[in-house]
């Protein structure tokens, strides 16, 4: 079984930046991929953003890119979601996601594609 707990949401106004993490522990995921995910109240869980646990390659939702930069600490077991330039559509639950296997070219920008997930953690952007 892969634990993985986030942290780090919370209140913040209009273009300024947070920084989610998500902590693993407890399954070997040396061939993991890692998402973000986010549900808005009403809509339905949307793919954010994935990166493979060793080589790093990632892969953003177009409402995101160039805002958010998904990246790992292999060291510390941690999954980090940079947020900057926050806007009002960006509230919403947080999730981290992983799987333990992964092709070679898939980016798994899909919800069902991910096995274990995490608690959810609350990003709220005022305008």
């Known amino acids: 079984q892969l634990q993985l707990v986030e942290s780090g949401g919370g209140l913040v106004q209009a273009g300024g930046s947070l920084r989610l993490s998500c902590a693993a522990s407890?399954?070997?995921?040396?061939?993991?991929?890692m998402g973000w995910f986010r549900q808005a109240p009403g809509k339905e869980r949307e793919f954010v953003a994935s990166?493979?646990?060793?080589?790093?390659?990632?892969s953003y939702a177009d409402s995101v890119k160039g805002r958010f930069t998904i990246s790992v600490d292999n060291a510390k077991n941690t999954l980090y979601l940079q947020m900057n330039s926050l806007e009002p559509e960006d509230t919403a639950v947080y999730y981290c996601a992983a799987r333990l296997s992964a092709s070679v070219g898939i980016p798994y920008r899909e919800a069902s594609q991910y096995l274990y997930w995490g608690q959810g953690t609350q990003v709220t952007v005022s305008s």
């Open positions: 407890g399954r070997s995921f040396s061939s993991a991929v």
């Open positions: 990166i493979r646990w060793f080589g790093g390659t990632t």
